[in-house]
């Protein structure tokens, strides 16, 4: 398993982010996926899942109606799109093979919001 996390940075209260995180070395199509973040002094929390097909989602009470989950089977690539975001937003935000590898962590992106 491997797994890359991307398109962090640096955004006002309010802005928008999309991440992605390119997955390989296993069969990305048959297995959920999740997006979890760890934020300065806390410890890291499940912020949204999706099953296989995408057919599925779940999200932490904490972002519903702000961040969307999503997944691109044919790029192996999952997404999370944050809208509105707020400075309890900012933490490293990693993607994770919950029902294959939940102890597997990639270098994760960081969110900061920040005016």
């Known amino acids: 398993v491997q797994l890359v996390e991307s398109g962090g940075g640096l955004v006002q209260p309010g802005g928008s982010l999309r991440l992605s995180c390119a997955a390989s070395?296993?069969?990305?199509?048959?297995?959920?996926m999740s997006w979890y973040r760890r934020a300065p002094g806390k410890e890291r929390e499940l912020v949204a899942g999706?099953?296989?097909?995408?057919?599925?989602?779940n999200y932490a009470d904490s972002v519903k109606g702000r961040f969307t989950i999503s997944r691109d089977n044919a790029k192996k690539t999952v997404y999370l799109q944050m809208n509105s975001l707020k400075p309890e937003d900012t933490a490293v935000y990693y993607c994770?093979?919950?029902?294959?590898?939940?102890?597997?962590w990639g270098q994760g992106t960081q969110v900061t919001v920040s005016s």
């Open positions: 999706i099953t296989s097909a995408g057919g599925s989602t």
């Open positions: 070395g296993f069969t990305f199509s048959l297995y959920a």
């Open positions: 994770n093979v919950p029902y294959l590898a939940p102890d597997y």
